[in-house]
């Protein structure tokens, strides 16, 4: 006698089976798989701050001064400038309590002077002035995303780098092969999951579905962070955009299936 759990089975695939077939039958329609990877830089500086985080800041800055207790620097200055009142009164202190040859105050003052000597790197840099798209220098304070020059049909638009599955690989597979194929080996990502984090589609022109025998190409969008290197320069037409300017640069419905999985800024 068969087992319930054979009967069960052998039900399941016979009725995915049937839908397989009328799904065929009634639409006949072949995609391309694609695999593609949103590659992003963290930002190097934080971001500016606002009015009102400037007043807040303030105000906890003034409120831990208010509460806090004194640091060892200032105790230290307090009996100094106590010691130096006695001596100058000719009264004597304990041996235990002779200052140093360099008091507080002297590395106040030397530290105040490094302190007025010191710059600080311009948030600015050559490449915002420039703006020069494909230096990772620009805006230290934004989060960038790469994007590749791509042949999409007869015309060509930035993209997500992105590439046809092949045979036998998995979607992750074609993701890590796209990546090192449109940036080659110098630089360095981390790509998150084994599963796609975005997804988009569309259909090919009239021209391209006879050529291909496919309706369009369905695109599983994954995630990966920038660590270090550079794309190859030569030949190589690429820009890093922020959140803004991939607005600009996208199809609205094509930028709008990437900022599901972006975080705003």
């Known amino acids: 006698m068969l087992s319930k759990r054979f009967l069960l089975l052998k039900g399941y695939n016979q009725l995915k089976h049937s ?6 039958n009634i639409h006949g329609e072949k995609w391309d798989l694609f695999a593609a990877v949103c590659l992003e830089r963290k930002p ?3 971001a500016e701050l606002n009015d009102l985080e400037k007043e807040y800041k303030q105000l906890m ?12 620097f200032e105790l230290r200055h307090e009996a100094e400038v106590k010691n130096l009142t006695i001596l100058k009164q000719g009264g004597e ?12 105050q002297d590395l106040e003052d030397l530290w105040s002077t490094e302190a007025k000597e010191f710059k ?7 490449a915002d002035r420039n703006n020069d ?7 230290l304070d934004k989060h960038l995303v790469f994007v590749l020059n791509q042949k999409v049909g007869d015309k060509k638009l930035y993209l997500l780098p992105q590439g046809i599955r092949k045979d036998g690989e998995t979607l992750r597979q074609s993701a ?9 080996t110098e630089l360095k990502a981390q790509i998150y999951g084994n599963a796609p984090c975005g997804f988009y589609k569309y259909r090919y022109p009239s021209q391209v579905k006879n050529e291909k025998n496919s309706i369009g190409a369905k695109v599983f969008i994954y995630f990966a962070r920038y660590l270090k290197g550079q794309p190859p320069q030569k030949n190589l037409d690429y820009k890093w955009l922020d959140r803004n300017e991939l607005q600009k640069a996208f199809h609205p419905k094509y930028n709008s299936s990437i900022k599901q999985f972006l975080i705003d800024e």
Not at 19 to 24: A, K, P, V
């Open 44 to 46: 190097v500086v934080s």
């Open 176 to 184: 890590e092969r796209i990546l090192k194929d449109s940036l080659g």
């Open 93 to 104: 202190i304990d041996d235990k309590e002779i200052t140093l040859k360099q008091t507080a």
């Open 19 to 24: 839908l397989r077939t009328q799904t065929q």
């Open 61 to 72: 800055s003034d409120m831990h001064f208010e509460n806090s207790l004194k640091s060892n």
């Open 133 to 139: 798209l494909k230096s990772l220098d620009r805006k």
């Open 120 to 126: 600080a790197e311009d948030r600015v840099t050559d």
